[in-house]
């Protein structure tokens, strides 16, 4: 059944100091389903908007800060009812700028709410202060706000990985200005103002643009924490802008995640065959915890190879993001569809086997937007780049590999560690997985399948720094500020 999507065309202004601000250029954003519809408009935000934004969340941030736990809580509590009761409409602006299928939009929705939950739920204890009496006297450790956060985020997710900090951000006592991506700003962006709706004038600001704006959020003095999450290429220049000033910062950044079959894995588990497929394929290939590449073990590849391609044909169904028969909608945009295309091709041209995946449903559609047919990609070489480098895209290599040291030296050579899977007889599994270097490791299962926003997540080297969610994905927006009284106030060392 296809559903009759809204066609209405959105506009979003920057938001700064709580008032919208007329631009005098505005970008397009089409729909990746249909690129000669255009979903809405976005402004080209200037870098001297972007500073008054700064400014304005730094002028807020005064008073903010000064705000109890329970106040904020309260007001992001509001927030969350407000983007439940407008669900549909966010749901499907998500899916026509973005291309994905309207349930996984709906997913989307659910972890971020699930999150803002949780973090309104922790925050008092987590940002509580703690005060020791001990031998030496008393120590009181506070959680103070860091500041005006920059928070920055990719089209992936845009609405997940802006919410993911917003919501411990404010709720921490900082002021923020976000920037989504241009290539998914308009929901992220509505989701934002309803946050905004909640909180005083200049506490979120919202602008647009890409490198030019980012530059600006992530040097300018006045920002004290970035909170990024996209390219490992990009963090580099973040990284480089903001050394200047040495700010504090959350990256979370590209992964290439390794799922690992052991020899105990049941080939014919339909439901852990579907499980991995989704692993692979959800939102297009395009989630940095997706399974990037698939290890199994030789007693059992050809088997598996065989299971695999049947359970994909089964769960891949290509098209129209408004049809509940779709799985997978459109790659988000075409600079990212050739960069994929580009992956396959050259793996082809080194010898490898490409495998077609799932059922076109439409195929006028899929001519007529940025469709990536699904492929398995067999028979490449360990260090091809369809297997070293991140595709975020619908396609996945499956290797052989012969034992459990070759394996996770295979793992681990990458320069990622964002997730990996491991999957099996649980104790192998866990066993091998205390061996993985990676921020997660889920057994049986993968990707968004085996997150739990409850515990830390981040990457390992080049997938990031710092983690999101848990308890730690509050903390990190606060200092630690600790005021000690020792009883001893000499020191009896030092001479008189
Ligand atoms: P990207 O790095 O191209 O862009 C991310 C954001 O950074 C965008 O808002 C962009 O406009 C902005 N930006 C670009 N240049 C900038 C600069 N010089 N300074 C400041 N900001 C700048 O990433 P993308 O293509 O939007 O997203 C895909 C990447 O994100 C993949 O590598 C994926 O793995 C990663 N990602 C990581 C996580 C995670 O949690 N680790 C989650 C989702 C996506």
């Known amino acids: 059944m296809t559903i009759q999507a809204n066609q209405e065309k959105v ?29 809405g408009y976005f402004p080209v935000t200037t870098k001297e908007q972007a500073a008054t934004a700064i400014e304005a969340a730094a002028g807020a941030f005064k008073t903010w800060k000064q705000s109890s736990v329970e106040e904020r809580i309260i007001r992001m509590r509001k927030a969350i009812e407000k983007i439940r009761a407008a669900e549909n409409d966010i749901v499907h602006l998500l899916s026509r700028e973005h291309g994905k299928p309207l349930y996984d939009a709906h997913g989307e929705i659910f972890v971020s709410l699930m999150w803002m939950e949780f973090a309104c739920n922790e925050a008092t204890s987590v940002l509580a202060e703690e005060i020791h009496e001990h031998d030496h006297g008393k120590t009181i450790v506070s959680y103070d706000p860091i500041g005006v956060v920059a928070a920055i985020s990719p089209w992936n997710y845009p609405i997940a990985l802006s919410t993911i900090k917003i919501a411990p951000a404010l709720l921490a006592g900082n002021t923020i200005v976000l920037k989504p991506s241009p290539y998914a700003p308009l929901a992220a962006a509505k989701v934002a103002e309803i946050i905004a709706s909640e909180f005083p004038a200049g506490v979120i600001n919202v602008v647009y643009g890409d490198a030019d704006v980012g530059v600006e959020l992530t040097s300018h003095p006045l920002v004290t924490k970035i909170a990024f999450t996209g390219g490992t290429a990009t963090a580099k220049h973040i990284i480089k802008a903001a050394s200047e000033t ?33 692993s692979n394929f959800l939102t ?98 360990v260090h091809d780049p369809i297997v070293v480098e991140e595709q975020f895209g619908p396609t996945v290599p499956i290797l052989p590999f012969d034992d459990e040291d070759q394996v996770v030296r295979l793992h681990n050579e990458s320069i990622y560690g964002l997730t990996s899977s491991v999957w099996g007889k649980e104790e192998d599994a866990i066993s091998l997985a205390r061996q993985l270097e990676a921020g997660t490791t889920m057994i049986n299962t993968a990707a968004v399948q085996g997150l739990d926003v409850r515990f830390p997540f981040g990457g390992f080297k080049q997938s990031g720094i710092g983690r999101e969610y848990g308890a730690e994905g509050i903390r990190t927006y ?19």
């Not at 014919?268 to 499980?275: K, L, N, P």
């Not at 399974?291 to 190879?305: E, G, L, P």
Request: hydrophobic share 40%.
């Open 11 to 39: 506009t979003v202004e920057a938001f700064i100091n709580g008032q919208h601000i007329k631009s005098l250029s505005q970008l397009a954003k089409e729909n990746p389903a249909n690129p000669s519809e255009i979903v």
């Open 246 to 278: 040495i700010k504090d910062m959350t990256l979370e950044l590209g992964g290439n995640d390794a799922a690992i079959f052991l020899e105990s894995f049941d080939v014919h588990d339909e439901r852990a065959m579907r499980r991995i497929v989704i």
């Open 284 to 381: 297009t290939g395009q989630i940095c915890m997706i399974a990037k590449r698939v290890y199994v073990h030789r007693s059992i590849y050809d088997a598996f190879v065989e299971k695999y391609i049947e359970a994909a044909n089964r769960w891949i169904r290509i098209g129209d993001p408004f049809d509940s028969n779709t799985t997978i909608g459109p790659v988000n945009n075409l600079k990212q569809r050739d960069y994929v295309q580009g992956l396959v091709e050259d793996a082809q041209k080194r010898g490898a086997k490409v495998i077609p995946l799932g059922q076109i449903l439409d195929q006028k559609l899929f001519e007529q937007g940025y469709y990536l047919q699904p492929t398995l990609v067999l028979d490449c070489d």
């Open 478 to 496: 606060t200092e630690k500020h600790v005021i000690n009284v020792p009883n001893m106030l000499d020191l009896p060392y030092i001479p008189e």
